[in-house]
């Protein structure tokens, strides 16, 4: 018996993770097949639809469905009711229950893979879209010192730093604010990266800083900025995509991997 599995996107020929979940079922001896699916652009629904009437046991969401798929699931955890989006869901009969991966995945790489305490530390995210959105609950429950969200609409971040401040300190502003005095971690969650770009910031925040992109596959601006800045380590986004990998196949199988071998095998 083959337990079905995929993922849901547009474009989605890029995407790592069956190669990612095929490994997780080898190592913990689950017999799964995991499928790339090419969801239309106007009709995700349907294709989820399908994909469950054939008897799929739970599915990933990535871009751009996120949103789409928190309104198809019929139950949410908390992730990602916080999140307002959701990029795992698990068939359970009739019930469809959406959960947020993603700050989970950035959590446990910087924690687990990385060593990175990040209790009482000072952590800067750039950028207030979806993505941030994603991550912080779970970075909230490490309790850091402080948490700042920059962009450059600064209404959006001074909003999204509204909207979870009963998690924990957060403060939000435009990019323009940050001050030339270095931060514990910078989270880069802007899409300037796809657009071969960096935000002009205060170069001094870098300076000794963890720099994390989310981004992962490419040596990006940001990180060439953050080399240039004097950050004490640099990573970029492989070890998020494994982690919140896991934490999807661990929501549908309750079985947990090991993702260590896994990053080390995608970066060969």
């Given amino acids: ?66 949103i789409e798929a928190f309104n198809l699931a019929t139950k949410l955890s908390l992730n990602a009711k916080t999140a307002g989006a959701v990029n795992t869901i698990k068939v359970n009969g009739n019930e469809l229950i959406g959960e947020n991966t993603d700050g989970i995945g950035l959590v446990n790489d910087l ?3 990385l060593s990175i305490n990040l209790n009482n530390k000072t952590i800067l995210i750039l950028g207030a879209g979806g993505a941030t959105r994603g991550i912080l609950l779970p970075l909230l429950k490490q309790i850091p010192k402080r948490l700042m969200i920059a962009n450059r609409t600064a209404s959006r971040a001074e909003q999204l730093a509204l909207d979870f401040s009963s998690h924990g300190k957060t403060c939000g502003f435009g990019l323009d604010k940050i001050k030339d005095t270095p931060v514990d971690v910078i989270i880069n969650a802007t899409s300037a990266s796809l657009d071969g770009k ?10 000794g800083a963890i720099c994390y992109d989310l981004m992962y596959g490419m040596q990006t601006p940001f990180m060439d900025w953050a080399k240039a800045n004097n950050a004490k380590m640099i990573v970029d986004g492989l070890g998020m995509l494994v982690e919140q990998a896991a934490a999807a196949f661990e929501f549908w199988t309750g079985k947990q991997p090991n993702t260590q071998e896994v990053i080390k095998n995608l970066r060969g």
């Fill in 198 to 207: 960096m935000p002009t910031i205060a170069n001094g925040v870098a300076n």
């Fill in 111 to 113: 924690t687990k893979n």
């Fill in 1 to 66: 018996m083959i337990d079905c599995y995929g993922v849901f996107g547009n474009p989605i020929k890029h995407s790592l993770s069956p190669i990612i979940h095929t490994q997780f079922a080898e190592q913990t001896g689950l017999n799964i097949q995991y499928d790339k699916i090419l969801a239309p652009i106007d009709d995700f629904v349907h294709s989820a639809k399908s994909f469950i009437d054939q008897g799929a046991k739970g599915f990933n969401i990535t871009v751009p469905f996120k």
